[in-house]
């Protein structure tokens, strides 16, 4: 069984900055991590195999300092991880990004059947929660969105059950493979690193993709290929606290009368 999950480095949400000409967020020189629901994603995976057996491959996309988190998820016990780094890929929105990373799944799948694709329900600098479902749309396989547990799994017949979460509580769905999976944060809990993988990944070196590899429309890429406008960036403004009324045990009236007049002050309370 083969699990292709797509993992993404994201700026440290505490030290966000804003570039002012292209509305995007400038992350050289901000402190990075692994976009939390992608572990989570990634986790599930592993379990799979664990269960299972064969092989997980993780993708990114993004700068040459993206590749530390390859390592990292090697740490955690994927076998391979390839980036996907190309200046013509700067600055894509969610639509120019599930581009890249559906045509490098399509590459893997060339070389190795690919059985899921795992992706975070959300980026936590984006929130949009659009790339996994514009990967499965690309590649024409089903969706399986907001999933709190894989239930069963048969790689001989090609199907996966899984929990869902949706508005009224959970359901149950089931669906062929190949598919793609996106996570939500309570699906698992994130293993800790082993000693042997975490010796793998200081001698891992990861694959390299670019638009050549790829061979991409280069007016599907980066910001010409992005149809998303940004019109402005703000950081909301810090919220204070609220007025506090203390109540006076000795004269209840009192405290009763001074939040009913706050609430509604047109009445008045008689005595």
Sequence with gaps: MHSVVCIKQVPDVTEVKIDPETNTLVRVGVPSIVNPYDMNALEEALRLKDQYGGKVTVITMGPPMAEEILNKAVGHGADEGILLSDRAFAGADTLATSYVLSTAVAKISEEEKVDLIFCGKQAI???????????AARLKMPLLTYINGVQECDPEQNKIVVKRKVKSGYEITQTQMPAVITSNRDINDVRYETMPDLIKAARFKAKVWGNKELQLDQKQLGLNGSPTMVRDIFAPEEKQGGEK?????????ETVDMIVNKLVPSVVVPN
């Design 245 to 253: 009324i203390h109540f006076n045990p000795d004269k209840p009236e």
């Design 125 to 135: 600098d984006g929130d949009t929660a659009q790339v996994g479902p514009g990967i």
